[in-house]
C-alpha cells in the first residue's frame, strides 16, 4: 500500500479523535531501507497526528531472513526479544528523538504506546524491563509504577503449570521466567 495513504489517513483520523485514540506504528525499521534522515524526518511529522509513536525494528525471524537474502552478516546470536533493531539506528532515532524535539511521545512496545495514549498504566507489565522504560514519558512511568503488583509465586506456578511449563518458575523484578513455553502461551 502507498504510504502517503497511510499517512494522510493518521492525520484525518487524528483531526477527529474525540472518542478514539491514534498511535503510529513505525515498524519494521530497517537500517539502510527505511532509516534514512528523510524518513525520521518524515516520522516525526507524524508523530504530531498521532497520541504515541511505536517504534521497533523486525521480528527475529524477519530480520534472519531479510539479511540472509540480501547476503549480509546477521547482527545477533540470539536475543531475547522478539522485535529487535540494531543498537546503532534505535540510537540514531533516540537521539533525532531528543536533539529536534517537537516529537510526540515515544514507545518501544506496542502496548506502552497504547497503554499511554489511553491513560492507562502498560496491560503487558513492561514496566519491570527498565531500559524499555527509559525513552517514556514521566508520567506514564510513574502511573505503570503505581499498578505494578508483583504476582504471588504459587499462583503463577500453577498458572504456568497449567499452560505446560516445565522446570523451576520464578518471578523477580523484572518478570516471570519459565521454562518449556511458546511464546504466546508465555
Request: net charge negative; aromatic share 8%; charged share 25%.
Amino acid at each position: 500500500m502507498d504510504s502517503k495513504i497511510a499517512a494522510e489517513s493518521l492525520r484525518t483520523l487524528y483531526e477527529h479523535a474525540e472518542r478514539y485514540r491514534t498511535v503510529l506504528y513505525w515498524r519494521p525499521i530497517v537500517p539502510g531501507l527505511n532509516d534514512s534522515d528523510a524518513d525520521l524526518a518524515r516520522a516525526r511529522e507524524l508523530s504530531k497526528h498521532a497520541h504515541a509513536t511505536v517504534f521497533t525494528g523486525l521480528f527475529r525471524d524477519e530480520i534472519a531472513s531479510y539479511y540472509e537474502a540480501h547476503g549480509l552478516t546477521i547482527p545477533y546470536a540470539e536475543t531475547a526479544r522478539r522485535k529487535i533493531m540494531p543498537e546503532v539506528a534505535e540510537r540514531r532515532i533516540l537521539d533525532a528523538f531528543e536533539r529536534e524535539g517537537s516529537w510526540g511521545a515515544l514507545f518501544r512496545k506496542t502496548s506502552c504506546g497504547v497503554a499511554y495514549a489511553h491513560g492507562e498504566p502498560d496491560y503487558n507489565g513492561h514496566y519491570g524491563v527498565r531500559e524499555l522504560c527509559e525513552i517514556c514519558q514521566s508520567e506514564q512511568v510513574a502511573m505503570c509504577h503505581a499498578a505494578w503488583v508483583k504476582p504471588d509465586l504459587v499462583n503463577v506456578t500453577r498458572e504456568a503449570r497449567g499452560l505446560g511449563a516445565t522446570g523451576p518458575v520464578e518471578v523477580n523484578h523484572r518478570a516471570i521466567v519459565v521454562e518449556g513455553l511458546d511464546e504466546p502461551p508465555r
